[in-house]
């Protein structure tokens, strides 16, 4: 993203963290994992390029999917499920830690169906 870009990033990053009543940047913060001053360089339009785990946490703070903190649609074209960390967090309710706990057990489920069963290799 460029400066302009990030500008308009970090405005909306701002207007969510309001709207989900986050009372300040500290709160948002502690509720995603990332520095203070990380996130208030981001809401500023500093940060250019964050990376793909910080879209994650903070979209997982608002309970909403990366496209949406991007501004993105959310339409899913394909019929799939938003990401498993938004998704657990907004059905379970579960804290950003337990969803990802609960994702790293999807995957090493779905590891080990990869490899197959004693059964199903008979």
């Known amino acids: 993203m460029n400066k302009e870009e990030a ?4 405005q909306r990053v701002k207007g969510l963290r309001q709207k989900h009543d986050y009372q300040s940047v500290r709160a948002l913060a502690e509720a995603t994992g990332l520095s203070h001053g990380y996130l208030a360089k981001l ?3 500093e940060i250019e390029n964050p990376s793909q785990q ?8 608002f309970s909403e999917s ?3 903190i991007l501004g993105e649609s959310d ?3 394909g019929g799939g ?3 498993m ?3 657990f967090r907004r059905t379970l309710g579960v804290s950003l830690d337990e969803a990802d706990e609960l994702v790293g057990l999807v995957q090493k489920y779905q590891q080990g169906r990869k ?3 004693h059964e199903e290799n008979q």
Request: glycine letters at 14%; hydrophobic letters at 35%.
């Open 7 to 10: 500008e308009a990033f970090g």
């Open 85 to 87: 960390r938004t998704y």
């Open 75 to 77: 339409i899913n074209l």
């Open 115 to 117: 490899g197959g069963t």
């Open 66 to 68: 990366v496209q949406q």
């Open 43 to 45: 809401e500023r339009g």
């Open 81 to 83: 499920l938003p990401d």
């Open 54 to 61: 910080t879209l994650e946490r903070i979209a997982s703070a």
